[in-house]
């Protein structure tokens, strides 16, 4: 399970927007689901995610009519403030969505396409742990219109999944893309690196395991070690190394290489694409500040501004919403300074950049030394955009706090 939820000024029971939040209908709006079931826990993992021990009251087979009721939930509540308008992304997140069938996943899409609708060309993903993906679950995913599977994958070699306590076998991961690319989904892969014992070749074995998929899409994280994991709990008792920065830079620059000669464009400091239709566009619409609803326990949401979240645990999730009350924790709405700093930290990361004009004033007279230190493309700049190089990208919180502080 997750560290605590934000502090924040209380939500109301009803779920209702302020009156005086600007929603604007004509701001692209997303949905994400969660599902927060998972067979074991990850242990560098800190989402909010149970094991069927930890549940303590709530069934996994009644969690997308308990989902539902929130999908109902947000359409009356967008349908108040003015904001209903169809989903230009849906992203089925978790946990492990495919841990549930797949026609529950089919039933949750098609309730929020029901409140929401669904515009043309939308992007539908389903994240997927490679041993629960077969081919009728692909099919009826696809049926269902979902458009994109993106496999958990994180590594080919046995003693690094071993060590980020991964348990699927890494012979099913072909078989995931295999089963998604017969129903005719679109495909991304995810990888970690940095893992505890994980070498430079055993970083470039995942690559070349992971080209050979000729995905579309492909996700390489850095490994981060949270507070109150396991792995955490490990590093600091002395039993693993902690991840060596410098070790996890070269596994940066190895993984940018071999993508870029294998057709992939970095779009994101950490995602590669084939094509710019390729790209995620639910986790663009992120970065970009668009309006997004999260539905499921402990899942965060954003409209016109305002910032919220569920309570964490499914049980208390179900109960307040089988008693008609908003599933929120908390609120939050951050003032200008807050949402300059926020749009700063997401869209620097972006390859588009961000605008030099949406600095704070603070930060412009510092892209100049950024350029010096090779931090920042000298040409955009000159063109009125900040885009980190490859060694900004290295860097890229230090050139945050350097445009921010």
Known sequence: MAGPLPLGDPAPSDGRLPADLPVDPTVPLSAYLHVPFCRVRCGYCDFNTYTSGELRGARQEDYASTLAQEIALAERVLGEAGGIRPLQTVFFGGGTPTLLPAGDLARMLDTAVSAFGLAPGAEVTVEANPDTVTREAARVLADAGVTRLSVGMQSAVPHVLAALDRTHRPENV?????????????????????????????????????????????????????????????????????????????????????????????????????????????????????????????????????????????????????????????????DEQSRVLERVLLQSRLAEGIPVADLPETGRPRVAGLIADGLVDAASALRGRVRLTLRGRLLADAVVRALTD
């Open 174 to 334: 072909r078989t995931a893309v295999d089963a998604a690319r017969d129903a005719g989904l679109a495909v991304s892969v995810d990888l970690i690196y940095g893992a505890p014992g994980e070498t430079l070749a055993d970083w470039e074995a995942s690559l070349d395991a992971a080209l050979a998929l000729e995905s579309d899409h492909v996700s390489a994280y850095a490994l981060i070690i949270e507070d109150g994991t396991k792995l955490a709990r490990q590093i600091r008792r002395g039993e693993v190394p902690a991840p060596d920065d410098d070790l996890q830079a070269d596994m940066y620059e190895l993984a940018d290489a071999r993508l870029a000669d294998a057709g992939f464009d970095w779009y994101e400091v950490s995602n590669w694409a084939r094509s710019p239709e390729q790209r995620s566009r639910h986790n663009l619409a992120y970065w970009r500040g668009h309006d997004w609803w999260g539905f499921g326990p402990g899942a965060h949401s954003h409209v016109a501004g305002l910032r919220w979240w569920n309570v964490k645990h499914p049980a208390a999730y179900a109960q307040r919403l089988a008693s008609q009350t908003s599933p929120a924790a908390g609120t939050e709405r951050p």
